[in-house]
């Protein structure tokens, strides 16, 4: 998929950084609702020509997965790794001139492993080829 179409799909619902997390569904295109922390501002997007397997996921640090897109190719793929109906990780990779990619962990159990070294609530492994 186009970087640009995601990056517009996500600054329909972040709103100049007012709203941080939000559940990502897949099921015949990609949408999302959404509120502010005051509950002033409400409101659902959707993305009708994504294609992909039917998934749910939170993001709950949006600013995060939008500086680390901003790395990637003007092209992303995405992979979603969980068993049954249960997604535990997103992998989203980018052809690039250094074929960097990016694995972000979704799962409480395995953020709550990584908390004693972090205070984030994603845990993400970066690695790239040159």
């Given at each position: 998929?186009e970087k640009s179409?995601?990056?517009?799909?996500?600054?329909?619902?972040?709103?100049?950084?007012?709203?941080?997390?939000?559940?990502?569904?897949?099921?015949?295109?990609?949408?999302?609702?959404?509120?502010?922390?005051?509950?002033?501002?409400?409101?659902?997007?959707?993305?009708?020509?994504?294609?992909?397997?039917?998934?749910?996921?939170?993001?709950?640090?949006?600013?995060?997965?939008?500086?680390?897109?901003?790395?990637l190719g003007n092209?992303?793929?995405?992979?979603?790794?969980?068993?049954?109906?249960k997604a535990f990780?997103?992998?989203?990779?980018?052809?690039?001139?250094?074929?960097?990619?990016?694995?972000?962990?979704?799962?409480?159990?395995?953020?709550?492993?990584?908390?004693?070294?972090?205070?984030?609530?994603?845990?993400?492994?970066?690695?790239?080829?040159?």
């Amino acid at each position: 998929m186009e970087k640009s179409k995601l990056l517009n799909f996500i600054s329909k619902y972040h709103l100049g950084k007012l709203i941080q997390s939000v559940a990502w569904n897949v099921n015949g295109g990609l949408s999302t609702r959404f509120i502010s922390d005051d509950k002033c501002v409400v409101g659902e997007v959707k993305l009708k020509s994504f294609q992909g397997d039917d998934w749910k996921f939170g993001v709950y640090n949006t600013d995060l997965l939008v500086s680390l897109l901003g790395v990637l190719g003007n092209t992303v793929n995405f992979q979603v790794n969980g068993a049954g109906d249960k997604a535990f990780s997103l992998t989203i990779d980018g052809i690039s001139q250094r074929q960097l990619f990016f694995n972000i962990i979704i799962n409480n159990t395995h953020t709550q492993r990584f908390s004693q070294y972090t205070n984030l609530a994603t845990y993400i492994t970066i690695s790239y080829n040159t």
